[in-house]
Nanobody, 114 residues
């Protein structure tokens, strides 16, 4: 069982930055692939960035060059550094952990004003 708690969301002006954190419970965090998703109002949930247990990363084309995913296994935490934010980045951002089963956090709201 893994519990995930996201933090770091908020209101920011376009061009600004935020860093989201996802703290995980459990002693096997390092074994999990971790993913950030987001869901904007009226839209489907979309993948933002992935980091594997081995540290390989992938980010969606829509955020490439602006967002970076990283993990600190000693702190059981995954991060999403978001720079050059745009109004279209406004969404609830969710953290996901996957090994065999999927675990989800409650989400954190990111609002980017123009």
């Amino acid at each position: 069982q893994v519990q995930l708690v996201e933090s770091g969301g908020g209101l920011v002006q376009a061009g600004g930055s935020l860093r989201l954190s996802c703290a995980a419970s459990g002693r096997t965090f390092s074994n999990y692939g971790m993913t950030w998703y987001r869901q904007a109002p009226g839209k489907e949930r979309e993948l933002v960035a992935v980091i594997s247990a081995g540290g390989s990363t992938h980010v969606a084309n829509s955020v490439k060059g602006r967002f970076t995913i990283s993990r600190d296994n000693a702190k059981n935490t995954v991060y999403l550094q978001m720079n050059s934010l745009k109004p279209e980045d406004t969404a609830v951002y969710y953290c996901n952990a996957r090994l065999v089963d999927d675990y989800w956090g409650q989400g954190t709201q990111v609002t980017v004003s123009s």
